[in-house]
C-alpha cells in the first residue's frame, strides 16, 4: 500500500472493539511496541467445549471507573512479553476485531496488567498492519 493511500492517525486514538463490547475506547498508538496490549482485571481462564477461554473485565473509559465490561474471548496463544520496564511476563494473546476510524481488523492483543500507565490499551505495529501512518504531535484524528 503506497503512502498517498494510508491513513495518518495521531498518537491517540478512539478505537473499538466490538466483539468485546466495547465502543470509544482510548488507546495509545504505540509504534515501538510490536504488539498490542490491553489492561485487564480478574483474569480467568476456563474451558469449554474443549477450547481454552479467558474472562476479564474492562474499565473501558478512564473518567468514568463504575463502568466495567466483563469480556469473554478464546486464547490463541499464550507469550512470554517483555513490558517497556523489561520484565518478562506471561500473557494469553486473544485475536478480536479492531475499529479506527471506518477501518476495521482482526488484531492479536495480549492481556496485561497495565494499571500504572495513562492508557488502557497500546496499540503496536503488527495491530496498525499497512493502513496507518502516525503522527506523533497530533490526537484523536479519527
Known amino acids: 500500500m503506497g503512502k498517498q493511500n494510508k491513513i495518518i492517525i495521531g498518537c491517540i486514538e478512539s478505537c473499538s472493539l466490538p466483539k468485546l463490547g ?3 475506547m482510548n488507546v495509545r498508538v ?3 511496541a510490536k504488539t498490542s496490549s490491553l489492561h485487564v482485571d480478574n483474569l480467568v481462564k476456563y474451558v469449554e467445549d474443549g477450547a481454552t477461554l479467558v474472562r476479564f473485565d474492562i474499565h473501558p473509559d478512564n473518567h468514568n471507573v463504575s463502568k466495567l465490561v466483563t469480556c469473554h474471548a478464546k486464547v490463541s496463544d499464550i507469550r ?8 518478562s511476563e506471561q500473557r494469553y494473546v ?3 476485531p479492531i475499529t479506527l476510524g471506518k477501518k ?3 488484531i492479536e492483543i495480549t492481556l496485561t496488567n497495565r494499571a500504572d500507565m495513562s492508557y488502557l490499551m497500546l496499540l503496536g505495529r503488527e495491530g496498525l498492519g499497512n493502513q496507518f501512518l502516525v503522527d506523533p504531535s497530533a490526537v484523536f484524528l479519527h
Open 80 to 87: 512470554k512479553i517483555k513490558s517497556s520496564n523489561g520484565e
Open 30 to 32: 504505540d509504534t515501538g
Open 94 to 96: 486473544i485475536i478480536t
Open 22 to 24: 466495547i465502543s470509544d
Open 104 to 106: 476495521s481488523r482482526d
